[in-house]
């Protein structure tokens, strides 16, 4: 059975770090590509990053590029995303999902096998 678990939200100040975890079980991360994305209330859900199966490429939103980095341990078949200088406007329910490639990362309607989400609220 496929199954993303997310871990590692929580309440942050602006300008803080937080560290999200993607634990992958019953595939094996070099054959799916795995993206975040994230949704606030009232709004859609936000392709954020993609990392590739070969984890050679990787893909930004522009809103996170330069803050958030997206890596990969394959011996622990997770996935990571590390969010630095964080706004309020980061904030949100977080979520990974696979996916055969990360060419339409933005797109989640290209994603499946969802996890069930972390919520990030970065407020002071």
């Known amino acids: 059975q496929l199954r993303l678990v997310e871990s590692g939200g929580g309440l942050v100040q602006p300008g803080g770090s937080l560290r999200l975890s993607c634990a992958a079980s019953?595939?094996?991360?070099?054959?799916?590509?795995i993206g975040w994305f994230r949704q606030a209330p009232g709004k859609e859900r936000e392709g954020v990053s993609c990392?590739?199966?070969?984890?050679?490429?990787?893909n930004y939103a522009d809103s996170v590029k330069g803050r958030f980095t997206i890596s990969r341990d394959i011996a622990k078949n997770t996935v990571y995303l590390q969010m630095n200088s964080l706004k309020p406007e980061d904030t949100g329910v977080y979520y990974c999902?696979?996916?055969?490639?990360?060419?339409?990362?933005?797109?989640?309607?290209?994603?499946?096998?969802w996890g069930q989400g972390t919520q990030v609220t970065v407020s002071s």
């Open positions: 019953g595939f094996s991360l070099d054959y799916s590509a």
């Open positions: 990392i590739s199966s070969s984890g050679g490429n990787t």
């Open positions: 999902a696979g996916a055969q490639s990360c060419h339409r990362y933005h797109d989640y309607l290209d994603f499946g096998s």
